[in-house]
């Protein structure tokens, strides 16, 4: 398999795998409280969550996925080169999870993408 | 700036750094554990075998810890805001690679750097949340 191939799965899976992970923990609710005793009960109160698990296998899949680049590519090119899917997630981000990206946050999201661009180069 | 305000921005400070440092430390394991074509097939079982490599399975340790943490941020937190945010870890990874391995960065390399910590300025700069939570607890 190219590397290619594979950066593109990478890619895909994670933007699928964020969104998924993103919407569902914002749908549980802000974690406040790190007790130990209450880890089991929120273990057990996300893994009812179809859509989590889906994005957790998602990420799983990236993961198994990026260990193959490790072995085929560098690691200065693998971690860059996967970096392009903060250009797809910053958009779903605004158009599918209707957060706010205000003009600073563009701005800011734009400035890391191209430092990122400019270290894989 | 109220209570609750100060005390959202402490917590996300305090998770997007271990977000961003368990990423960088396992990413940096498993790629030495990898190095050497220590994967040598595409076969479950060779990703299994692979993994009690004492540098791969600290690594899946931390990126464990890695996305634990992400998942609690993200829980509060934007996706818009989370990844540029944590994307510090490019930085942490060049200084790493030029004090510990003695890497020589190229000017380019540091212009890059210095747009990444710019842009994380930037959103750090914007609340970390823009939408309603609409969780009502933070446990069943």
Redesign the interface.
Known sequence: ?TKWVLVMLIVLSTTAG??L??RE?????????FHPS?IG??A???AKRKFLVLG?AF?AFS??AF??L??VAD?SFA??AT?AS?AT??LL??YV??????P??W?????????????A? | MDASHTKLRLKTCVFSAVVILTNVLG?FF??LG?RG???VS?SPLA?IK?MFNPWVAAGIIL?SVW?LS???L???A???????VT?LG?VV??LMARIFLKEQITG??W????????????????GPR??P????????
């Open positions: 398999m964020d969104l992970l993103s923990m914002k749908r549980h609710g802000e974690i406040d409280n209450r009960r929120l057990a109160a996300l957790i990420m993961f198994f260990m193959r490790l072995t690691f971690v860059p970096a903060y997630e910053t981000a605004r999870l209707k957060e706010r990206v205000d600073v946050r701005a800011g999201a734009c400035l890391v993408m191209c430092g990122v661009a400019l270290l180069l | 990413n498993l790629s990898l074509g220590t994967l595409e990703y692979v990126l996305m992400r998942m609690t993200l829980s509060w934007d996706l818009s805001f989370v990844l540029p994307s490019y990874s060049a380019q390399r212009f890059g750097t210095l747009l990444i910590v710019a842009g994380t300025a930037l959103v750090g700069m914007t823009t939408t939570s609409s969780g009502k607890a933070d446990t069943a």
